[in-house]
């Protein structure tokens, strides 16, 4: 019986995790790929420490240095889950040029290098596992990569971070916006410094791995129309519940559209959205993830489940692991890199979400609503509750459909308007 | 640029849509797998019509007879979609034991010979995809046989028969079980024989494939305890609703308990179950395919999609025709088929729900209830609505968890008492 040698770099919660299940599952892991699979190194700062704490034998060499791993003999496959961003990239690249075989969880290094990892991966012969990065223990990547390959995908809409779907779902309850973040900080759903999650950025970076799979071309994390969810208040919450029958959701998504033998194209953004409330999405609570996919052929398809946490990273680890072993066993030459054309960035049109701030002063109203129709936009429902205070009354309107340049041409002239504060909140409408 | 020639047995509304796609997708395809798709053959009764009909070139061979395509020269894989048993067996050894690839969407035949089939293909090398064969397009298999191949699966718990989700939908909403099955006849989602999917068959055949995919050892269909629908009256879909707060749901379910090292056991069976209104599979509507799957490090994780119909079950079939393409160009040997030892049929604790019809005379609510106290089995809740037809009174009890075997043992003796209907309703609660 062959074996697969491993070095595990990053003996944090996913990693401790991963070198636990090794060795605790060693017997049916070995069933399931026809292969021992042997922890050769492990490598971390403190890797003395954590490998008396994991109780690993004298055999299993530790290591301090990353860039020792990539030439380390007697090694098939690392695992790399360092965390950071340069160490990690100096690793895999080397890993990949010299045609070893490399699983990470690193989303925002794959988001960011994708281009050089993969033409690293091509020179070398070197193989690139990623499943962990997007969505934890849910295989959508396998899924759009694999089982999907055979159909068109029109669509993905993720809610892909736990930590504001978490704090979304208490604001929904009723906790003010510091509160729930709190609330996430004290469960270790959210870091110390969210600005990452919040801001939508790491939802960004893996709807740019998601899109850059689907469409073979890489679409840069700066592509991706980008925002967080910090001007959502509780007030937002409640008209969309009470008067739209609709949920605040942060969703990344990547939209393909037909192209009709013309050059693809591709629509990705992140942001707040209005979800209908009987919308599979809107059921999605708490810190779990959900992926809809939408394929010319399957239709809509949802995949479930924890986004984040070391049982589902390592359970996606592993599955990787597996995956890497069965290539090595085969010895077949890795599969020629699929490269696509690279889409064209495009819009479509979308029903629109705003809440303003206004002085209470005649004919606010009126130039609001004339900024709107001057760009030919047309308002669905408009609001000004009574009884508040007249240095800043809100006005919440929701647009019909409009392209997000003239909604975008519209607001400028709006927040310039006087007596309106620059403060507001903008979402889109799910339809 | 290499070429993989294809043949589609069965031009019925799969088949026609699977050749339809691998045309017009033909250049997708092509970038996906990094070589040509070429259709090679068609086999049908009727080929020479349905080839007219596809507009297929006079370069696709048209045969009529299944059995000429396994040594058919010049073709690479044979694609599988005849439907029926006998033919589709004796194409598909055929091809295994020769070497040649095969895609299949056949559940029912993998379900009963599955033993067979992977001997077959031991033997001769020969690759078989059934993707399509459980849920339609939802793409469960790899991710139970891949992507969650490193972690332990606890139970699979699946909406798998889309006619039946359906019918259970419209009686929630009031219809008769009659005219239910009418409405999904006329929609073209029940067959004019329906017993298949109302006796819980179709589903039983799915978990069987579920299973022996899990466990590596086949289980056969015939070890599924099996129950289907055609008990359940609207009397249960309200009294489910109103008192209990859940939803009755066709659930096809394979639990593997965890074995410590001794023999690994399975408890495998389908039935009618009563599930909380808030659990996502209540939320599974009208013909939609859910799977629940329970993972040891994952944790709960859900595919949702439409588990019939042409585009759906042509998406899974053209995904594993592309896997199948992947492993052909590889040249790779096929890897060693996991086997795992066969695992002990087990049973697990159960609440249950049961619908008696009585006389209404003096004693027979405390026959019944004796009857169940006698083996130690603990009523929940009981309901003897008022104001029936005196001729068969209804009555409705929930027990504690209790063992299918004494609950089973129970039932007998309550069966058995005068005044007590043979006709009832058993469902299980899940948790």
Same mark, same amino acid.
């Given at each position: 019986m062959r074996t697969i040698r491993l070095a595990v770099a990053g003996l944090g919660v996913v990693g401790s995790e991963t070198v636990r299940l090794l060795r605790s599952r060693r017997e049916s892991l070995c069933r399931r790929l026809g292969a021992r699979l042997e922890l050769a190194a492990v490598c971390d700062r403190r890797a003395p420490a954590a490998a008396r704490r994991l109780g690993l034998p004298a055999s299993v060499r530790r290591l301090t240095d990353p860039a020792r791993l990539a030439a380390l003999p007697g090694v098939d496959a690392v695992v790399e889950l =360092?965390?950071? =961003?340069g160490a990690p990239r100096r690793l895999i690249l080397d890993c990949l040029r010299r045609g070893r075989g490399v699983v990470t969880a690193n989303k925002r290094l794959l988001a960011h290098s994708w281009d050089e990892l993969r033409r690293a991966a091509a020179q070398g012969g070197g193989r690139l596992h990623f499943e962990a990065s997007v969505a934890g223990g849910i295989p959508i990547l396998k899924a759009l990569d694999l089982s999907l390959a055979g159909d068109r995908i029109e669509a993905v809409y993720g809610i892909l971070n736990g930590t504001t779907n978490f704090i979304l779902t208490r604001m929904a309850e009723g906790l003010e916006p510091a509160a729930a973040l709190r609330r996430a900080q004290e469960l270790g759903l959210a870091e110390k410094n969210p600005t990452l999650d919040l801001s939508g950025q790491d939802t960004a970076d893996k709807v740019s791995i998601l899109a850059s799979l689907v469409t073979g071309a890489w679409l840069r994390p700066d592509q991706v129309r980008t925002q967080g969810i910090?001007?959502?208040g509780l007030e937002d919450m409640v008209f969309a519940e009470t008067a739209l029958g609709r949920r605040v959701k942060l969703l990344g998504v990547a939209r393909f559209p037909a192209h009709d033998g013309r050059e693809p194209r591709v629509e990705a953004f992140v942001g707040p959205a209005l979800v209908p409330i009987e919308h599979p999405l809107a059921a999605v609570q708490d810190e779990f993830n959900a992926v809809l996919v939408r394929a010319a052929s399957a239709g809509d398809l949802m995949f479930y489940g924890r986004g984040a946490g070391a049982g589902p990273a390592a359970s996606a680890v592993l599955g990787d692991i597996l995956a890497l072993g069965r290539e090595l066993l085969s010895g077949a030459a890795p599969a020629a890199q699929r490269s696509g054309p690279a889409p064209r960035l495009c819009d479509s049109d979308c029903a629109f979400y705003l809440r303003l701030g206004a002085l209470d002063r005649p004919g606010v109203l009126s130039a609001v609503t004339a900024a709107l129709g001057r760009l030919g936009i047309s308002i669905a429902t408009i609001n000004q509750p009574g009884g508040c205070d007249p240095k800043s009354v809100p006005i919440i309107l929701t647009t019909h459909r409009t392209s997000p340049g003239t909604f975008g041409r519209a607001l400028r002239d709006i927040l310039a =308007?006087?007596?309106?504060?620059r403060r507001h909140t903008v979402m889109r409408l799910l339809p």
């Amino acid at each position: 019986m062959r074996t697969i040698r491993l070095a595990v770099a990053g003996l944090g919660v996913v990693g401790s995790e991963t070198v636990r299940l090794l060795r605790s599952r060693r017997e049916s892991l070995c069933r399931r790929l026809g292969a021992r699979l042997e922890l050769a190194a492990v490598c971390d700062r403190r890797a003395p420490a954590a490998a008396r704490r994991l109780g690993l034998p004298a055999s299993v060499r530790r290591l301090t240095d990353p860039a020792r791993l990539a030439a380390l003999p007697g090694v098939d496959a690392v695992v790399e889950l =360092l965390g950071g =961003l340069g160490a990690p990239r100096r690793l895999i690249l080397d890993c990949l040029r010299r045609g070893r075989g490399v699983v990470t969880a690193n989303k925002r290094l794959l988001a960011h290098s994708w281009d050089e990892l993969r033409r690293a991966a091509a020179q070398g012969g070197g193989r690139l596992h990623f499943e962990a990065s997007v969505a934890g223990g849910i295989p959508i990547l396998k899924a759009l990569d694999l089982s999907l390959a055979g159909d068109r995908i029109e669509a993905v809409y993720g809610i892909l971070n736990g930590t504001t779907n978490f704090i979304l779902t208490r604001m929904a309850e009723g906790l003010e916006p510091a509160a729930a973040l709190r609330r996430a900080q004290e469960l270790g759903l959210a870091e110390k410094n969210p600005t990452l999650d919040l801001s939508g950025q790491d939802t960004a970076d893996k709807v740019s791995i998601l899109a850059s799979l689907v469409t073979g071309a890489w679409l840069r994390p700066d592509q991706v129309r980008t925002q967080g969810i910090q001007e959502i208040g509780l007030e937002d919450m409640v008209f969309a519940e009470t008067a739209l029958g609709r949920r605040v959701k942060l969703l990344g998504v990547a939209r393909f559209p037909a192209h009709d033998g013309r050059e693809p194209r591709v629509e990705a953004f992140v942001g707040p959205a209005l979800v209908p409330i009987e919308h599979p999405l809107a059921a999605v609570q708490d810190e779990f993830n959900a992926v809809l996919v939408r394929a010319a052929s399957a239709g809509d398809l949802m995949f479930y489940g924890r986004g984040a946490g070391a049982g589902p990273a390592a359970s996606a680890v592993l599955g990787d692991i597996l995956a890497l072993g069965r290539e090595l066993l085969s010895g077949a030459a890795p599969a020629a890199q699929r490269s696509g054309p690279a889409p064209r960035l495009c819009d479509s049109d979308c029903a629109f979400y705003l809440r303003l701030g206004a002085l209470d002063r005649p004919g606010v109203l009126s130039a609001v609503t004339a900024a709107l129709g001057r760009l030919g936009i047309s308002i669905a429902t408009i609001n000004q509750p009574g009884g508040c205070d007249p240095k800043s009354v809100p006005i919440i309107l929701t647009t019909h459909r409009t392209s997000p340049g003239t909604f975008g041409r519209a607001l400028r002239d709006i927040l310039a =308007l006087p007596n309106v504060s620059r403060r507001h909140t903008v979402m889109r409408l799910l339809p």
